[in-house]
């Protein structure tokens, strides 16, 4: 028997609308300790903003703190049912190089799962590992002679 989604994910996650500022979503994920807030209308998922979208879309693109969340916001968001298993969420992460999902059920977003979620169950440890891995080697070679 698989490990759904369900089972692992963060359900009670910090989330914004259009109508917040990117200051705003800046200071939320300093308040909560993240670097991701899915942004929604009413319970609908229509993107994210991670803490690098703020630093590249927002302020090096010189947007003020308050410049509008859709000015940095991605709204390609990639998800994921809360049926999935945890190996399809770890090979979805690897191949989309992404750290965190959404949780999404007929449009609603119900939580959010991270790639350390999925090594919560020791049985599921070397996926998430092996993604991780793949995420990590990507980001060595995106830096690698850029000056980061």
Known sequence: MSI?????MTTDCVTATKQDNIYELAVKMKQHDIGFIPIVEGKKLIGVVTDRDLVIRGYADKHSGSSAVSDVMSSDTRSISPEASVDE??????????????VVENGEL??????????????FEDEAGEALSVISEHDKRSTVGSGK
Request: glycine share 6%; aromatic share 0%.
């Open 4 to 8: 759904k989604i369900r089972q692992v």
């Open 89 to 102: 969420a770890a090979k979805m992460m690897a191949s989309n190089q992404i750290r965190r999902l959404p």
């Open 110 to 123: 119900l939580g959010v799962v991270a790639i350390g979620d999925l090594a919560v169950r020791s049985k």
